[in-house]
């Protein structure tokens, strides 16, 4: 006789139950972060004189949890979207806002959404009186500055996270959009009307009410345009380059970017000379300067890209191709191979300072004898061959470097390698690469033997 299957009883859930208890949770939370922050404002009984009343409307008027979610009718990757919502709430929990100007105590931007701006705002409403109100009233003063200092705090924070996951190769930037609802505090002050005591049900309708200050950051995005330029009978796909700029009302709005003749210092008599030509890139470049550069985050192309275009730069090679010079830390590294053609500025490739083609980079060859083989070879045509070197230890070579022009990037190198914060793609574990004594003996003068043998061999 088969045995009966035990089943395991579903376990009841009581969920109002469930709910009160993380109701009366989340009251303790705001009720120890008030009584902090009385604490920081005046001392530890400041909190037990405010009125049970006045504590039950600074709850009422707590801040919700700051929401993040992707604009109307914009896709944006569930995976990405979660990174985005995890680093401004983590970024919102670490930054930090002074209390009273120049007490050096100071709060979270999470803690000043849940009591600071409640307790700033309903200070200043308030005409209820108690010992310690006069120190409530001197930090609800501060409201102005303090919630300004906020606001761009929160939109740095939003910056920074869209930043880091614009990818032009992918034809996109990230856009924030930032919406505060501050509730009106005079509904919850009629709790207290003339004194007058509400009856149980008039005050039930009252908190049922969601009076909470309410943030929301709205993620967009912007397509970049691309167009298809020919060149000497070959299709090319360029890449519209643009920024993201924020108009006085936060509205953002993407700015291409031009270079005019002027710019180019190409000789012209036209009276539009003025007149910029929109900037494009090819994926190929997008890609060189991943190679050469090595940088982690797609978005460190756009901000060598932008500082490029802004710093403007530019050496001219021909009628219609020029270098324009790449920053990153105020340090030259490189160059944008660029060529006007169709109407646009068109980037063709990444070149890095120490590339053939670039003026640093003939001079190195010059004053070395080092060709583009012998480069790829000593692998120092690559940021990451350059960093991992020890070039920067042997003065010879350095003031080589130095005379050719490359001295940028070998500071730009020891900066990298002296400061774990850079994110760069630097593989740190690796063994150093001992190519100072390769490239000094490559330097030097063959004997009068080794003149013989290659005599006797030609």
């Known amino acids: 006789m088969a045995k009966k299957k035990h089943v395991k009883k579903k376990k009841y859930v009581n969920v109002a139950e469930q709910q009160r208890q993380q109701e009366a949770q989340y009251k303790k939370l705001f009720h120890d972060k008030l009584q ?19 504590k039950m409307i600074l709850y009422m008027f707590r801040g919700a949890p700051l929401k993040v979610v992707p604009a109307e009718g914009v896709k944006i990757h569930k995976r990405l979207m979660e990174v985005l919502i995890k680093i401004i709430k983590t970024r919102q929990l670490s930054m930090k806002l002074e209390v009273i100007k120049g007490s050096g105590q100071t709060m979270t931007y999470a803690d000043y959404l849940l009591v600071g701006m ?8 308030s005409d209820v009186d108690y010992p310690g109100k006069d120190r409530l009233n001197e ?17 740095d924070i939003c910056a920074m996270a869209c930043w880091t996951f614009d990818d032009i190769g992918e034809k996109y930037l990230h856009t924030y959009n930032l919406e505060t609802d501050i509730p009106d505090l005079d509904t919850g002050l009629q709790l207290q009307t003339d004194g007058a005591i509400l009856s149980r049900k008039e005050m039930e ?8 200050l309410h943030q929301k950051i709205t993620i967009g995005t912007y397509s970049l345009e691309t167009r298809k330029i020919h060149i000497n009978g070959e ?52 890609d060189r300067m991943k190679e050469r550069l090595g940088l982690i985050i797609p978005a460190f192309y756009i901000s060598v890209l932008t500082e490029a275009l802004i710093h403007k730069e530019i050496i001219p090679l021909t009628k219609t191709r020029m270098l324009i010079a790449c920053f990153t830390n105020d340090l030259k590294v490189g160059y944008f191979l660029s060529e006007v053609v169709d109407c646009v500025v068109l ?33 120092i045509d690559t940021l990451q061959g350059l960093a991992n070197s020890d070039i920067a230890q042997n003065e010879t070579i350095c003031k080589l ?17 002296n400061d774990p914060g850079m994110m760069w793609l630097l593989e740190k574990t690796q063994p150093k690469n ?25």
């Open 36 to 54: 902090s922050l009385c604490a920081q404002i005046g001392d530890a009984s400041l909190y037990h004189h405010i009125p049970k009343e006045e």
């Open 139 to 155: 930090y609800a003063d501060q409201r102005y500055e303090r919630q300004d200092e906020y606001e761009k705090g929160i939109l």
């Open 347 to 379: 980037i063709r490739t990444f070149l890095l300072l120490t590339n053939g083609g670039t003026p640093e980079g003939d001079k190195l060859s010059k004053l070395t004898g080092l060709q583009t083989e012998d480069r790829k070879y000593l692998a």
């Open 118 to 125: 409640p307790l700033e705002l309903h200070a200043c409403k």
């Open 235 to 286: 299709t090319h796909v360029g890449i519209q380059v643009g920024v993201i700029f924020y108009g006085n009302d936060n509205t953002p709005s993407l700015h291409h970017f031009t270079l005019s003749p002027d710019d180019m210092h190409l000789k012209t008599n036209s009276p539009f000379s003025k007149l910029g030509f929109p900037v494009y890139i090819q994926q190929h470049a997008l």
């Open 205 to 212: 309708a009252l908190i049922s009410k969601d009076f909470r």
């Open 434 to 458: 001992i190519i100072s004594d390769l490239i000094t003996e490559y330097l030097k003068p063959n004997t009068e033997e080794e003149e013989e043998e290659e005599e006797e061999n030609d």
């Open 401 to 417: 470097f130095q005379d050719a022009g490359c001295g940028s990037i070998l500071e730009l190198c020891t900066t990298i390698n």
